[in-house]
């Protein structure tokens, strides 16, 4: 919901943002602001930095920055208005209602939760009962211990209609039973249980308020399955099984890996879950026997970056991957993906954790497949591409995945990793791949560190070494050329080749050549054409294609572009450290999202480095 802005600034003043940050971070005065560990990355050094006095907290090492509210919902996985009524809590205010109407749906709301929360009660003290041992007996089979069953509040929903009456002698309406979805009426009138002999799963919203419950058949009953009808609190689609558990317990994956992070893993069903949790996976959570949906991808990058889908190595596993990643592409975002795991055929999370304990599960999980990789391979897998048509129509279906990504510079990334995996994949005769632009370790490096002069020099001159050995080009980049800030003889030979540029149509690359040495820039050419320049950046050779000459300019271009990006973040990282204002974060912000937008180059970044491949095609 809105809320009014003074209700907000309000909250803002009554809560110093070093007391709220001071419960999680030990803060040390520095002046007029405070300074400690930032809790949202691991540091030894303090580059966390808080200010009452203007009212927020940047973080110098990661870039974390934000106010109270937002500090709130970054350090304990909360959305807005959660951590409004939080802070409101705290700080004795009374959180508005903005209208009649939301007031009157607030109070529906909370009389269904009551109802739920009394029939979970009910429900957990069934099991303990000599009706219930039966369900507490396949719990224990299960794997289940006492702990976990308590944790996650598991029941037993008896035969009749022992709940209705339970329920009415707590003074609790039939009206209200059969809105929560706990008492169904027949067509004859009469009133029963829903759930009836049934194992009984509480479904909880992200808060730990029951919203709902799973029942599971006792024998050979059907459904298998069972859950609550939908109602004002409860959408099977906006809701993940355990996800309040996972909030709290999901932590840093322990493999090893450097910089890991919070880890959710999503499965299929009630017991994969709670038998993760119980193994030590405590952000494993289920969609409700529906395919994922974007909210609940949602729901899981404020658990993790990059949640992991456990799914059957199985055809319908499969379908599973193509649902997500069709589900997933529209809502992606720079930093937030999915992962993909692949179930040994014949196992389920919880099957794979009893039979091999949690170091199986745990190496299926560090094996997980990127999205990227998923993409790659629904429209590879199985298939050849021996003919041209074939190349053109796996060309095509990567196209059509890669403009459903609704983010425009991760979409242009993807681009750029299916454009370098299919120059692979249909890699020339001659042996030419994206390779070529990789360094070498044991070629003799350029000290860029020491002489970046002679290093944006030779990206110059590579520049019009690529548009002589392919003047072809000159009509797609002459903007690009014009723009070029040179110096003596080569910005003499661009404008020369510019103004070969507006002349006759079809110059080759023998006609450019002839017309430069006639006009007396023999030295350049030889300058820009030295073996040095020709085995570090082949395309500059007259025998490269088109293509890779095009790539080649590419780079060079988005190289130059990034350096004086990382030029203007230093200086704004600067002025941010002299004065913490929102200005110049708001500056620093905008150059971080020029820069994460900006192509990578293809690993040319270190091309003081001369290539192997292009040494040696062979």
């Avoid at 050979?220 to 996800?243: H, M, R, T, W």
């Amino acid at each position: 919901m809105a809320y009014p802005p003074e209700f907000l600034d309000e909250l803002r003043i009554r809560l110093p943002l070093s007391d709220i940050v001071g419960r999680r971070v030990k803060l040390t005065r520095r002046n007029r602001e405070h300074a400690g560990l930032c809790p949202f990355h691991n540091e030894k050094t303090p580059s966390f930095t808080v200010s009452d006095e203007k009212g927020f907290y940047h973080c110098f090492g990661c870039g974390a920055h934000g106010d109270v509210i937002g500090f709130t919902m970054r350090a304990e996985n909360l959305p807005f208005p959660e951590a409004v009524e939080k802070l409101a809590a705290a700080a004795g205010m009374e959180v508005p209602a903005s209208s009649p109407q939301e007031r009157q749906r607030a109070a529906q709301q909370a009389s269904l939760h009551s109802v739920l929360e009394a029939a979970a009660v009910f429900f957990e003290a069934e099991l303990r009962r000599a009706t219930g041992r039966p369900a507490l007996d396949y719990l224990v089979r299960r794997g289940l211990d006492e702990d976990t069953v308590a944790r996650f509040r598991l029941g037993f929903a008896p035969e009749g209609s022992a709940l209705k009456n339970a329920l009415a002698k707590q003074g609790i309406g039939e009206e209200s039973m059969i809105a929560a979805g706990l008492v169904k009426r027949g067509e004859d009138g009469r009133s029963f249980d829903f759930f009836r002999n049934r194992v009984m799963f509480p479904i909880a919203d992200r808060r730990g308020r029951v919203i709902a419950f799973g029942g599971r058949v006792l024998g050979d009953g059907q459904p298998k399955y069972l859950n609550s009808p939908e109602s004002p609190i409860f959408k099977k689609g906006l809701v993940l099984y355990a996800l309040a558990l996972a909030r709290l317990g999901a932590e840093p994956a322990q493999s090893g890996r450097p910089g890991a992070e919070r880890e959710a893993v999503v499965v299929e069903g009630y017991m994969d879950a709670i038998a993760l949790h119980q193994a030590g996976f405590a952000g494993a959570v289920a969609p409700l026997g529906t395919a994922i949906t974007e909210t609940q991808i949602r729901e899981l990058w404020r658990l993790s970056k990059e949640p992991i889908l456990c799914l059957d190595g199985d055809a319908a596993g499969r379908r599973a991957a193509l649902r997500a990643i069709d589900t997933v592409l529209p809502v992606l975002q720079p930093g937030y993906s999915l992962r993909f795991a692949a179930l040994p055929e014949g196992y389920d999370p919880d099957s794979l954790v009893r039979a091999g304990g949690a170091k199986s599960m745990r190496s299926l999980l560090d094996a997980a497949k990127p999205l990227v990789d998923m993409v790659w391979e629904t429209e590879t897998g199985g298939r050849r591409f021996a003919t041209p048509e074939r190349r053109a129509a796996l060309k095509a279906g990567l196209w059509a995945r890669i403009a459903r990504i609704g983010d425009r510079d991760v979409a242009d990334h993807y681009r750029s990793e299916m454009k370098a995996r299919l120059d692979t994949l249909f890699r020339r005769p001659d042996g030419f791949s994206r390779r070529r632009f990789k360094a070498n370790p044991a070629a003799a490096p350029l000290n860029l560190s020491h002489n970046v002069e002679q290093f944006a020099l030779r990206q110059e001159q590579v520049m019009l070494a690529i548009v002589i050995s392919h003047p072809e080009l000159l009509g797609e980049v002459v903007e690009s050329l014009a723009g070029l800030e040179l110096l003596g003889e080569l910005d003499k030979l661009r404008h020369e080749i510019l103004h070969l540029a507006g002349g006759p149509p079809n110059l080759d690359a023998g006609s450019l050549e002839r017309h430069l040495l006639e006009r007396g820039f023999e030295e350049t050419l030889r300058s820009l054409f030295t073996v040095s320049n020709r085995t570090m950046w082949p395309f500059v050779r007259s025998e490269a294609s088109l293509e890779e000459a095009r790539q080649g300019w590419d780079h060079i271009v988005a190289l130059r572009e990034r350096r004086r990006t990382d030029s203007d973040i230093a200086a704004a990282e600067r002025d941010l450290a002299a004065d913490l204002s929102e200005r110049n974060w708001a500056r620093l912000s905008h150059l971080h999202k020029v820069r994460s937008g900006q192509d990578e180059g293809a690993g040319i970044e270190q091309v003081g480095e001369a290539s192997k491949d292009a040494a040696d095609p062979h």
